[in-house]
């Protein structure tokens, strides 16, 4: 897993640093832990080998009071001011994957018959779910929106906390002021900064899904 936790070192750096200077969100954040801890996880739930080093190895961290609005606790990931993904603690995790793999109203849920079983729900953005494909080697990690077909962000876990990175570096470099105050579009100066670095980690087609999933275009 040293390729995951290298990624989540750059991630954790550039979070903290982010969140110290202009962080909306106090105490809802991802934090390595000193030992590796029981996360939790609803047995029904499938993790992959780098899913369960993520939850063992990293608290979710929510704050004293904040719940979603299916009482989920969930750490907050703040792109500038220009996306938030939150992500649910693990113990929570069950409750993340309602309307997608399971249906209804209460116990017991249906499974949803078009839910591939192996695609566990990890985060949002705007309603929209952040996917790990729990059956493929590196946990290759997707995005819907609206209800769409899934589509491929990064190869990895690792890759896409890596895109996290450098797209928070860069919402620091600019005071966190990522939107235009009267058009409420990206700035260009954003996205010509991340795109081409998005792109050589990625590669042209993820980076555009990464782009179109968080909304910068």
């Not at 876990?157 to 600019?174: P, Q, R, T």
Request: charged letters at 25%; one cysteine or more; glycine letters at 6%.
């Amino acid at each position: 897993m040293d390729v995951l936790d290298q990624a989540m070192a750059s991630f954790l750096k550039w979070q903290d640093q982010y969140n110290e200077a202009y962080g909306l969100f106090k105490e809802q954040d991802i934090r390595p832990l000193a030992e590796f801890c029981d996360p939790g996880v609803d047995g029904r739930i499938p993790l992959s080998p780098e899913l369960q080093h993520f939850y063992t190895r990293y608290e979710i961290r929510s704050g004293a009071d904040h719940k979603t609005s299916l009482g989920m606790k969930s750490a907050a990931v703040e792109i500038g001011d220009a996306a938030v993904l939150f992500f649910p603690k693990p113990e929570h995790l069950f409750r993340q994957q309602l309307g997608y793999r399971w249906l209804g109203t209460g116990e017991p849920y249906q499974a949803s018959p078009s839910w591939p079983p192996e695609h566990v729900v990890i985060a949002n953005y705007n309603d929209d779910p952040l996917i790990v494909d729990t059956a493929s080697p590196a946990s290759p990690v997707y995005g819907r929106i609206d209800g769409s077909e899934a589509f491929l962000l990064a190869d990895s876990l690792a890759d896409f906390f890596s895109a996290l990175a450098l797209l928070i570096e860069a919402a620091f470099a600019m005071e966190g002021n990522v939107t235009n105050e009267e058009t409420f579009e990206i700035e260009a100066a954003f996205v010509e900064e991340v795109r081409p670095k998005l792109v050589q980690l990625l590669g042209k087609d993820k980076a555009e899904n990464v782009m179109k999933y968080l909304s910068f275009y």
